[in-house]
């Protein structure tokens, strides 16, 4: 992914502010407009919604992560998401304008958004995927192949509500690994 560290070069002397965030503290709650842009310096987060029944995690962000309430980012409405930090983070941030800004302000940043874009939407295509076709051990197996650092970063309850398994069923997994 050569375009994420252009990315992250055109980005480096732009960052407006620095956030700080304790473990289980919220970045981004349901229902508020927060269209700014995340660096991940340090710590986890996950971005998960409420169904009122149970926590559904959506996204994982971990060192070198770039985060956002992405529902808020492209529609500038109340996001659907929580963002909350699973450990202390320290965050950079850059607001919509600022980014979109950067972003338009020469054709070499246009096609860098453009690919983060496809990334992201293949990433999405790859998850959808995962969840409606796959059994849990394959969706496992896929989900550490693409993002290892995720099983060194993130708690094993979170990783098990991503991939839509309970705490058991993932434990399970891991004990067939041995």
């Known amino acids: 992914m050569e375009f994420y560290n252009q990315l992250l070069e055109v980005l480096s002397s732009n960052w407006e502010q620095e956030i700080v965030l304790k473990r289980n ?5 349901k229902d508020t407009i927060n ?30 992560s770039i985060i956002t309430a992405l529902d808020c980012f492209l529609t500038e409405t109340p996001t659907r998401f929580y ?9 950079k941030m850059i607001s919509k304008n600022a ?4 972003m338009q302000s020469t054709e070499e940043n246009r096609k860098i958004w453009e690919q983060l874009l496809q990334s992201f939407v293949f990433q999405q295509i790859e998850r959808e995927i995962d969840l409606i ?15 290892p ?30």
């Open 25 to 29: 503290e919220y970045l981004v709650s």
């Open 99 to 102: 980014f979109t800004e950067l």
């Open 35 to 64: 269209s700014d842009l995340f660096l991940v310096e340090e710590g986890s987060l996950r971005v998960f919604i409420d169904d009122d029944e149970e926590e559904h995690t959506i996204r994982f962000g971990y060192k070198n």
């Open 83 to 91: 963002i909350q930090a699973l450990k202390k983070c320290k965050l």
């Open 149 to 178: 650092q995720v099983f060194q970063e993130i708690p094993m309850k979170y990783i098990a509500s991503y991939l839509r398994m309970t705490p058991e069923t993932l434990s399970r997994i891991l004990k067939t690994l041995d």
């Open 133 to 147: 076709t796959y059994s849990p051990q394959k969706r496992f197996e896929n989900v550490l192949h693409r993002s």
